[in-house]
């Protein structure tokens, strides 16, 4: 079988259930009528994405709203891709010093890397590699295996404090009819403003997802928590947001307003009504892009044009 995103053919990936995983993730989709990605150069941006939000319990859902939408994204800056590499040695790091396979000359025992850094090529991971080897942010420990050094562990520590973040958190209410709150709403408004938005799929409740939270809300640059349901998982998460100094922009759908727990109802709220979502999006991004400014993929001209940092 070929994969539907990068085309490759699934060579020693496993079956998943009914799924299988390739180097791309997880992932599944409509087997009539699939989604078409009719923008070749931007496969590698559709298989970054899936192995970026695909969850451990459940495959990531890629339909043609999502291809669409990352067709007209800003392409990943090179920064960018060196953290996620980063990112990956320290999420398979369980000592320090541990030597973790990065290898980019026989790469067939970690296809997945491709994916991860966001590369067309294993020659681009390659690359990447080479960087942090060269900046001294990896050592080499013995033929294709690297640890992150004491400079590396650094870098990534400064990038929990926010320094270099360009992720928005998104705090909200989880339930199936909430799904176009995401989707229709603050997705499209936090990426038209120029920031990566993640949020953690919470229908498959399990042990980490709280520890995944706190680490992605100290990630963020800013966190939007709306509360449209008047969820007490938002509340909490927002709580946490302010505990460690974030920007918290509070978004709510007009009929919940009334819902608001008294210690909230102060903020500047952006209320929004899914008769006009339209016009939600432009307040939300003119919100964000007020109070903390453009992010790094602000697009400039051209949907793959790099964004200039302002
Ligand atoms: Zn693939």
């Given at each position: 079988m070929v994969c539907h995103v990068c085309l490759e053919p699934n060579t020693n990936?496993?079956?998943i259930e009914n799924f299988t995983r390739y180097r791309c993730g997880t992932y599944q989709l409509r087997?009539?009528?699939?989604?078409?990605i009719t923008n070749e150069s931007c496969r590698y941006i559709v298989s970054g994405h899936i192995r970026e939000n695909q969850s451990p319990h459940k495959p990531f859902e890629l339909t043609q709203a999502i291809i669409d939408r990352l067709e007209t994204m800003p392409k990943p800056t090179f920064e960018h891709n060196v953290i996620r590499l980063m990112r990956y040695i320290e999420f398979k790091t369980t000592y320090y010093g541990e030597p973790i396979e990065i290898d980019t000359r026989n790469f067939s025992s970690t296809p997945e890397l491709i994916a991860i850094c966001y590369a067309h090529t294993i020659n681009e991971v390659d690359f990447l590699r080479r960087y942090l080897y060269l900046e001294k942010l990896i050592s080499e420990e013995k033929g294709g295996f690297y640890a992150l050094t004491f400079k590396g562990f650094k870098y990534l520590e400064s990038l929990k404090n926010n320094i270099n973040s360009d992720l928005c958190f998104c705090a909200m209410c989880f339930d199936e009819d909430c799904k176009g709150i995401f989707d229709d709403l603050l997705e499209p408004a936090v990426r038209n403003a120029g920031w990566n938005i993640q949020r953690v799929d919470q229908?498959?409740?399990?042990?980490?997802?709280?520890?995944?939270?706190?680490?992605l809300i100290r990630e963020s640059k800013f966190v939007i928590a709306d509360l449209t349901k008047n969820k007490k998982g938002v509340y909490f998460e927002a709580g946490f947001a302010k505990g460690f100094g974030k920007e918290i922009i509070f978004t709510c759908k007009e009929e919940d307003m009334k819902e608001l727990h008294f210690d909230v109802r102060h903020y500047n709220f952006l209320v929004w009504s899914d008769k006009d979502l339209e016009k939600g999006k432009k307040e939300l991004k003119a919100r964000i892009t007020a109070t903390i400014g453009y992010g790094p993929h602000k697009k400039i001209d051209g949907p793959l044009k790099m964004a200039i940092n302002q």
């Open positions: 990936y496993e079956q087997i009539i009528n699939p989604p078409r229908t498959h409740y399990h042990e980490g997802v709280m520890d995944q939270i706190i680490t």
